[in-house]
């Protein structure tokens, strides 16, 4: 795992680069190097920094040239092994044992055919001496970042946005329409950037630089004929046998010559990796979260620990736990740095603060269960979208009167939080909507009116393609399963832009590296063979795959309620960040420059304050925002600290 940076016939090529690169030096402190070759009337660049995984030695270091061709490349290939084998047999001599060095000489044979070969998690540049060609990749479901950016007929390109922001001295504009998007969903969507100039590689798909200024772009696989695919399976009798599926994409995640460990939370998708790493890596390390005794009662969070420690002393593990007391004052502008993009979801905090404690014992690899949720429909949106559609059934008067009354309960006091009231109130802002407006809604920060009330008026435009977008991504496939659209969905937008996204950049700020054995393509092609009504049966989501952990874990651990990868807000903004909170509404950035409207947010924090309505989230993702936004106007590039 690694940062990569690049230049394409841009003035000044190899100082540019050189700066991109130092950029990414958290992604990479094991070493560092730069290629170089004229082109033209000008010159192609490449820099890595590099966290050295598989192949320590300098047979692994990059960019990697050979024979008339140089890459540099982020990411680790599981079936590297049986390429490398196929590779040799016909005649091709490895110098070392390094993945890279596989994808060098698979794309020297096969070339851009080889993209739908790799199975895991990669971005890379790979230039050709002789034809002057370079072509950037992504992987399939976007695990790795790319960001890239274009001026007349040079680019450049880095695994985070900062670093482009750092090389074009801060004069990127900020791309409203994705701040506005940053609002509804508190990330921004994988199709948008949040500079004008700049953008991501779509995953699944490459893009190539000619000598004569022209570029071509090609997608070599989509998620949307996979699910079309899955539905031929299903359709046709074809059951994959899953837990045979996950137990092999784990064993393969764990190809690495340094010590690997995992995330265990305590919950079905943690544990179920866990306990099967541990079949193939006896006494593997593990690392788990818990949070003050105060925070968690105010927060009403289940206790998650005894979970964790019981899987722990089943399978042999050692458990390592982190207490999360974080000094949120000083971690949110670190964090908001880091995270490249306004990203409002306070896991991003966790995942830092486990993997810096795992970095500290030596650990560089973890294994997160990341993606489970989002392809087996285990989150309660999905369950609640259901319910909704039974709801719709009850008489309208009925359901007024039920409305009503919740509207009237309190969603905390001055000592505890309601979960169940916080969980009532969100299910009925969408219960009555039509189905992809309902899906929307039920996990994103606003409605549309409350949106347009809180934004300066003459983004309202913005606002309607915001929404747009949404509805086409959700509307773009024949599917005739509603969890599955709600599931392919999640896996196009949800995944990549949120989860995905957090994870890459809060490990790789704590120069580890984060495996996700469920984001894998044959286990996403098993989920997608999987109907609906297998995923969620009665009220259990992700059924399927508890029927398939049952075999490893015990039933207590499988079918526990679901618990939380994420931080008691509540707490937070109540406490730590009250003060931080006044000082954005009444003298912030965002509304000083007339983005949010300062009566809009007061009546958010009054209303929260009162214990009325639960704004935490909300409010949390405002003061991400606002720090980002200080630094990408300020065209400092380094996080600001607000004064309280």
Known sequence: ?????????????????????????????????????????????????????????????????????????????????????????????????????????AWRRWGTDCLPRLRGMFAFGIFDERTGDLVLARDQLGIKPLFLLRRGAGLMFASELKALAAATGGSLEVDQAALVASLLYYWVPDSRCAFREAEKLPPGSWLRCRPDGRVERGQYWNLRDIAAEGRERAQAGEQ??????????????????????????????????????????PGISAYTIGFRAEDAKFEAMPDDLRYARQVAERFGVDLHEIEIAPNVLDLLPQMTYHLDEPIGDPAAINTYLICTAAREAGVKVMLSGMGADELFAGYRKHLANLLALRYQRVPRPLRRGVSGVVDRLPVATSRRGYRSVRFAKRFLSFADLPEETAFRRSYTMYDQDELLALLDPDLAGTVDDVLTEHADVYQDNDLDDFVNRMCLTDARMFLPGLNLAYTDRSSMAASTEVRVPYVDVEVVKAAFAVPGDRKIVGRQGKAVLKEAATSVLPREIVYRPKGLFSAPLRAWMSR?????????????????????????????????????????????????????????????????????
């Not at 680069?17 to 950029?23: A, I, N, S």
């Not at 008339?68 to 016909?90: C, H, I, K, S, V």
């Not at 046998?241 to 690495?256: G, N, Y």
């Not at 912030?588 to 704004?615: N, P, Y």
């Open 576 to 644: 730590d960040l009250a003060p931080l909170v006044r000082e954005v509404v009444n003298d912030g950035e965002l509304v000083r420059s007339g983005l949010l409207r300062r009566d809009a947010l007061a009546r958010m924090v009054a209303e929260d304050a009162a214990g009325q309505r639960d704004f935490s989230k909300h409010l949390w993702h405002v003061l991400t925002l606002e720090y980002w936004y200080r630094d990408a106007t300020s065209g400092s590039g380094q996080s600001t600290r607000l004064t309280v």
């Open 240 to 281: 994959p046998d899953l837990a045979a599926i996950v137990e092999e994409s784990t064993r393969r995640h764990l190809l690495s010559d340094v010590p690997v460990a995992t995330f265990l939370s305590g919950g079905l998708d943690s544990s179920y990796l866990t306990a099967l790493a541990a079949r193939h890596q």
């Open 1 to 105: 795992m690694c940062g990569i940076a690049g230049t394409y016939r841009w003035p000044d090529g190899k100082v540019v680069t050189d700066r991109l690169t130092d950029t990414l030096a958290h992604r990479g402190p094991d070493g560092a190097g730069r290629y170089g070759h004229p082109l033209g009337d000008g010159e192609v660049q490449l820099g890595h920094r590099r966290l050295a995984i598989i192949d320590l030695s300098e047979t692994g270091a990059q960019p990697m040239v050979s024979d008339g061709l140089a890459l540099t490349y982020n990411g680790e290939l599981y079936n590297a092994p049986e390429l490398r084998a196929e590779l040799a047999a016909t005649g091709v001599r490895f110098r070392g044992t390094s993945d890279t060095e596989v994808v060098l000489e």
